[in-house]
Each structure stands twice: as structure tokens, then as C-alpha cells.
């Protein structure tokens, strides 16, 4: 039996089977949120007894062979459609269950459907292809949800044969249709507190499983530096989400993750190895109308005043919204040859330049 079929479902079926909803949020018995075309909207009365939240909890984790008890409130896991479930109770959720359903939809599978949301211009999509083939290292930041795993899954998926890729994720979600893939998937610590296998184990291994490419899920702290180091020694083209607001502060977030691995480097040396290692950041925004937007593909650039430089080569110029509350704006190009130029240029010849070219 699938999982959406189990009785415990029964009150949020309709939202799950509803293929406008891309999230479903509950907060409590009492309330419930989904996502409906990048907005989100309370749903009422989904529960109409807190039994009902708790017997749903229930069926979510045991189908995923999970358990979640005072002792080890959270848990993590994919519902068997892709969907992807994280759930807090008592003592760490406050109002009763909180159940987070990210659900697995086809929606959003090429440049054309980025195009078409409204994500990025052809001219944005034609530039990163060629960026993936070039072997550009390419870092995807932005807020939660804002659609970073989606755009990595559809740059990767660019990835030619003959490649050997090494995907490491904490939650294996990435929709991948690359031949040759080895998938890896993080462990968290049991109760005990033993056991764990982290994202930089994985990629300390990984470096030993030949891979031409590694692509990481996310980094959040130590991997960070396994990161970076592969990104240099010859597994460029690699890949990996970052959570941050802007490039800048998505390279001020990896310089703190390097600082903090305690190697004693001083930030200039950490500044440059970051220099040298990241070619590309693509900005991820959900701006007020909802629409999902790469507002920026920035240039990872020099060391100049202390600071690493980023330098878009694409951005979105918002001037305002019209009165049904769409962003009006566009998406330029700058102008800026980047240093990568020439990587570009070998597998792309002179139609980078008018890839790149100032609008
Ligand atoms: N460009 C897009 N246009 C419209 N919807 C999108 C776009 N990208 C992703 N989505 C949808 O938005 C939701 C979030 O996408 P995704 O998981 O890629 O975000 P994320 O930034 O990786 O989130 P998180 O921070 O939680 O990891 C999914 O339901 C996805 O189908
Ligand atoms: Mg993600």
C-alpha cells in the first residue's frame, strides 16, 4: 500500500493529491499551511481531533521505517513518492505535531520549465550549460525553498557520459538522470549518540571512489572544507547548495565554515583557496509575487581589500511590482568577461560573447 493510501492520511489526502500544492505545513492540530503557486495559505479544520495528527505522524514514520519518541524528537525521511517529511513532536514542538512535507513534483524538470516559471531567460540557461560543460564549480545559494536542489538537479542532469558522478546529500532527494552516479546518503547519530556518518565523511571517501564530479546536497560546517579541497584538486565541475541571502554572504557563510574547522589558517589563505576553487554562485529569491528567480549569477573573482569579490554576470533589476502584485523587472546581462572566459570559450567558441554579452 502506498503510503498516501494508508487511513491515517485520510485528512490531508486531498492536499497531497492536489497538484497545485507544492508544501504542505502543519503546525499543530489546530493549523495547517500549504504552499499553493509560491504563496502560502492556511488551509482550515483539516484536523477535527489532535488523535488524528498524532495516528498521521504514526503511519509517516513507521512506512518510513522510522521512529520518533521523546528521547529523538525530529526525524527526516522521504514519504515513497520522493515527497520529502520532516516531523517534530513533544518536547521540541510546542502546539502539538509539526509535520513539514516538501512534496516530490515533476513540475520543475528542465531549463525549459525554469524558463517558462519564469526562474531564468533561455540566454541564463544556454550560459550555465555551458558552464556545467566547461566544469565550472558551481555554488547554488539562497533561502529555504527558494528552488536550489531543483536548479542543481536540472544543471546536473547536463552532465555527458563518460562522467563518473559521486552525489552526497543528507536526505537523498536530488531527481537525477545521470548514467553513471554513485548516491550516498548521510546517518545521523543513534540514540546513543554513536554511529554518525557525516557529509565530510562521505566526501573524504568519495574522493577515493574516482569520481570526474561530486555533488553535495548541502554544507553547512566541516564538510566544507572537503568541499573546497575537491573542488581543486581535479574534481572541477563539482557542485553544491549553500544557504545564504546573497553571493556575498554566501561567500561570507563558506569563509566562516573554513574558519571554524579550527586549521589555523589565516582568512587571507582561506579567502584565496575560496578564490580559487569557486567559479560560479547562482543567487535563488522568492520574491513578493511568489515566482521563484535566479537573481543573480555572479563571478566568483579576486581577493581585493580583504574581501572575495562577486560579480554578476546575469541579474534580475526589480523596479517595482504592478498592482496585482506581479514583480516588474528583468533579467540582465552585464557585460562582464569573466575570468573562466576561456574555459567557456573552448566548448562553447565565439557564441559565449554573445552569451555574455551587455543587454
Ligand atoms: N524555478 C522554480 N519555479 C517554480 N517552482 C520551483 C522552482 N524550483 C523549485 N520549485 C519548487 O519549489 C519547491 C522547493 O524547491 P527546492 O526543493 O529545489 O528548494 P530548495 O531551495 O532546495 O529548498 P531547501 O532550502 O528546503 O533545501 C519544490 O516544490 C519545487 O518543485
Ligand atoms: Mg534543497
Excluded at 526525524?75 to 515513497?80: G, K, N, P
Excluded at 549518540?193 to 561530486?214: E, K, Q, Y
Excluded at 572566459?341 to 560573447?353: F, T
Aim: glycine share 8%; charged share 25%; hydrophobic share 45%.
Amino acid at each position: 500500500m502506498r503510503v498516501i493510501d494508508k487511513p491515517g492520511l485520510a485528512p490531508i489526502r486531498h492536499l497531497l493529491e492536489d497538484a497545485a500544492v507544492t508544501e504542505i505545513m502543519i503546525n499543530g492540530p489546530q493549523q495547517v499551511f500549504v504552499e499553493r503557486a509560491g504563496q502560502m495559505v492556511e488551509v482550515p479544520a483539516v484536523f477535527t481531533h489532535p488523535s488524528q495528527l498524532d495516528l498521521l505522524v504514526d503511519n509517516l514514520v513507521v512506512a518510513a521505517g522510522r521512529g520518533v519518541s521523546a528521547r529523538a524528537p525530529m526525524a527526516d525521511f522521504r514519504m515513497d513518492d520522493g515527497s520529502r517529511v520532516n516531523v517534530c513532536i513533544a518536547p521540541v514542538s510546542l502546539q502539538g505535531p509539526a509535520v513539514t512535507i516538501r512534496k516530490f513534483t515533476h513540475a520543475v524538470r528542465s531549463f525549459n520549465d525554469l524558463v517558462r516559471a519564469g526562474t531564468l531567460t533561455m540566454r541564463m540557461a544556454e550560459f550555465l550549460a555551458c558552464a556545467v560543460r566547461a566544469r565550472l564549480n558551481i555554488l547554488f545559494s539562497g533561502g529555504t525553498g527558494t528552488g536550489k536542489t531543483t536548479t542543481l538537479g536540472i544543471l546536473a542532469n547536463q552532465i555527458t557520459r563518460g562522467e563518473r558522478v559521486v552525489v552526497i546529500e543528507d536526505t537523498a532527494e536530488l531527481d537525477l538522470s545521470i548514467g553513471h552516479c554513485v548516491r550516498l546518503e548521510s546517518r545521523r547519530a543513534n540514540n546513543e549518540g554513536a554511529g554518525a556518518i557525516t557529509l565530510g565523511d562521505l566526501l573524504r571517501n568519495s574522493l577515493r571512489m574516482r569520481p570526474t564530479r561530486i555533488l553535495v546536497g548541502e554544507i553547512r560546517g566541516d564538510e566544507a572544507f572537503e568541499m573546497v579541497h575537491a573542488m581543486t584538486s581535479g574534481h572541477d565541475g563539482s557542485m553544491a547548495v549553500l544557504h545564504a541571502s546573497s553571493p556575498a554572504h554566501a561567500v561570507a557563510r563558506l569563509e566562516l565554515m573554513l574558519l571554524s574547522r579550527g586549521l589555523a589558517l589565516p582568512l587571507w589563505a582561506i579567502q584565496r583557496q575560496i578564490s580559487t576553487s569557486v567559479d560560479l554562485i547562482l543567487q535563488h529569491e522568492i520574491l513578493q509575487d511568489g515566482v521563484r528567480r535566479i537573481t543573480h549569477v555572479c563571478e566568483v573573482g579576486e581577493v581585493e581589500d580583504g574581501q572575495v569579490r562577486t560579480e554578476p554576470l546575469f541579474e534580475y533589476r526589480l523596479a517595482g511590482y504592478d498592482a496585482a502584485g506581479r514583480a516588474v523587472g528583468r533579467f540582465v546581462a552585464t557585460g562582464r568577461r569573466p575570468r573562466f572566459h576561456e574555459k567557456l570559450r573552448l566548448v562553447a567558441g565565439d557564441a559565449v560573447d554573445a552569451l555574455l554579452a551587455a543587454d
